[in-house]
Structures are given as C-alpha cells and as structure tokens.
C-alpha cells in the first residue's frame, strides 16, 4: 500500500519565521496531496490540497509544492503566527489509486513562540 | 453549512461490549469514511461509503464494520471491544463523485476498560 512518510515529527519556530514541513511518497500512480491541520481536542481541518497537475499552490500565508519525480511534496507557511501552533498531517491516497482512502503521514506537532 | 458532525463525543466501554457511533455528513456529501487516531499509529483509514455501499475498506479485523443510510448517515460499530480500541474516531464526508476532498468531523473519543 502507500506509505507516507513526515518530517520533522516536532518544528519550533519564532513568531514571524517561515516553518516547512516534508511529505514523501512511495506509490508514484497517488495524485491527490492534502495537508490537514489539527488542534488540541479537534479533528483534522483541511487547509490546503494539492493535485498532481500542478506544482505549487498557494492561498495567503500557506503554499505546497509537489515534485513527482521525487516523489515529495512540502507544506510551506510564511510569517508564522501563534495561531498556526498545531499538528499538520500530510496524506496521500492509498495504493488503488482511490482519493477516498487516504494514508497519513504522522504528523508534525508544530510550536510558534511569540 | 453546517459541518460534519459526530455522536457522541465521548464514550466509556469496557471489554467486550459493543459500541456505535453516528456520523451527520455535511449537507449534499455522499461519501463517509471513518479513520481511528491513535498516539501509536496514527490516522488510520477503516471504511468508506458511498451511497449505501462500502466502497473502500482498510486494513482493520471484522470486529469493525459500518454502514450508511439513505441520508448519507452513517454509522460504524465496533463489537467485542478491546483495550487497543481505545481512541478517537473520526468521520469525513466528501461530495463523493468529481470531489474527493474530505472534511472531518470533532470526532467521537473511546475509551474501553
């Protein structure tokens, strides 16, 4: 089946830096990447996806990349504030190809210090 | 709209009991799938519906199995509870058909003793 992988496990940056976080992936037939952010006592909210067509997407302060070849894709969030203090989960779908299945990396618990 | 929602939130079992749990997609999405968070594994995908039928299904035993109704209601039981059941459930509705994106729900927290 797919397997994601995630790194770092733990990211500590200062309120105002950029913070980057790293999927890869095994199955090269995936085509559908989402980031999900979680907060304490919440589930998974989606903030941004990505499909294979494409090699970057951005919305305000937050962009992915994707690189095929490598089989890589990264969660890019600029101008870092308190509120982005959270756990990020990368996912790609499983082997099967089906978008519904989603395999999870396991996640970077990411700390923003004022 | 309102989001996806998931009864109860909490729940207390112990060992050999069954347990279900409710999902409310979100208005006009077909599709539920049902994933278990763990500290140890993660998220973790056990089924998806669409339309009445499971369409996809992970790698979890038989003790785990779910349904979907006419509405797009689902619900997943789990019979036979162990401890290693212990976590937080959670379900994400997709339009289904042309829209795979998938948004969750609060989740529902089990705890079995």
């Known amino acids: 089946g797919e397997n994601v992988e995630q790194h770092p496990s733990t990211l500590s940056v200062q309120e105002g830096d950029s913070a980057v976080i790293k999927c890869t992936y095994s199955d090269s037939a995936s085509n559908y990447f989402p980031w999900y952010k979680q907060e304490l006592g919440k589930g998974p909210q989606l903030i941004i996806d990505i499909r294979s067509n494409v090699g970057e997407k951005k919305d305000q302060r937050i962009a992915v990349t994707l690189n095929k070849t490598a089989k890589h894709f990264s969660l890019h969030i600029t101008e870092t504030q308190p509120e982005d203090s959270a756990v990020y989960f990368c996912?790609?779908?499983?082997?099967?190809?089906?978008?519904?299945?989603?395999?999870f990396g396991k996640g970077t618990l990411l700390t923003v210090n004022p | 709209k309102a989001g996806v929602t998931q009864t109860p939130r909490y729940l207390i079992k112990t060992r050999g009991q069954q347990v279900t749990l409710s999902c409310s997609p979100i208005s006009g999405h077909r599709s539920v799938s049902w994933y278990q968070q763990t500290p140890g594994q993660g998220l973790q995908f056990l089924f998806e519906?669409?339309?009445?039928?499971?369409?996809n299904k992970g790698n979890f035993p038989g003790r785990f199995s779910g349904r979907q109704f006419s509405n797009s209601r689902s619900e997943m039981n789990v019979s036979t509870l162990e401890l290693g059941d212990s976590a937080l459930y959670l379900c994400?509705?997709?339009?289904?058909?042309?829209?795979?994106?998938?948004?969750f729900g609060p989740g529902t927290r089990l705890l079995v003793l």
């Open positions: 519906y669409f339309s009445e039928t499971q369409r």
């Open positions: 996912a790609g779908p499983n082997s099967g190809g089906s978008n519904y299945k989603l395999t």
């Open positions: 994400a509705s997709s339009v289904g058909q042309g829209g795979e994106t998938q948004y």
